[in-house]
C-alpha cells in the first residue's frame, strides 16, 4: 500500500553533515505522520524525529540542536538534515510512515540507510 524509500545515508567524520531523504509512494492518504529511527548494534531502537502533516515536530533529546526534520507533502517527501554528527550517531536510520495522529507506532517504514561517522 505505502512504500517508502530511504537515501542519503554515507560514511563520514565527525562533525559532518549528512541529508537523508525519504520517498513515500502507494496509498499515502493514510499518512499523518512520517519520520525517522534508528538502530544500532548492541542498542535499542530509537525514536530519531518526528513530523506530522500540521508541522509539529519532535526530537529525540540526543539529536536536539543538531538534526533538523522536514517534510515536503506536496512531494511526500521527509528529509533529515543531520548536522555535527557523532559517532555514537552511527546506525541504520529508517523512514516511516503512521497513520496514528501522536505519530507512532509506525504503519510502513522503508528498508533503511547506513549512516557511519568515524572519529
Known amino acids: 500500500q505505502v512504500q517508502l524509500v530511504e537515501s542519503g545515508g554515507d560514511l563520514v567524520q565527525a562533525g559532518g553533515s549528512l541529508r537523508l531523504s525519504c520517498a513515500a509512494s502507494g496509498s499515502i492518504f493514510s499518512i499523518n505522520a512520517m519520520g525517522w529511527y534508528r538502530q544500532a548494534p548492541g542498542k535499542q531502537r530509537e525514536l530519531v524525529a518526528t513530523?506530522?502533516?500540521?508541522?509539529?515536530?519532535k526530537y529525540a533529546d540526543s539529536v536536539k540542536g543538531r538534526f533538523t526534520i522536514s517534510r515536503d507533502n506536496a512531494k511526500n517527501t521527509t528529509y533529515l538534515q543531520m548536522n555535527s554528527l557523532k559517532p555514537e550517531d552511527t546506525a541504520v536510520y529508517y523512514c516511516?510512515?503512521?497513520?496514528?495522529?501522536?505519530?507512532?507506532?509506525?504503519?510502513?517504514w522503508g528498508q533503511g540507510t547506513q549512516v557511519t561517522v568515524s572519529s
Open positions: 513530523i506530522t502533516s500540521g508541522g509539529g515536530i
Open positions: 516511516y510512515a503512521a497513520s496514528e495522529r501522536t505519530g507512532w507506532p509506525p504503519d510502513y
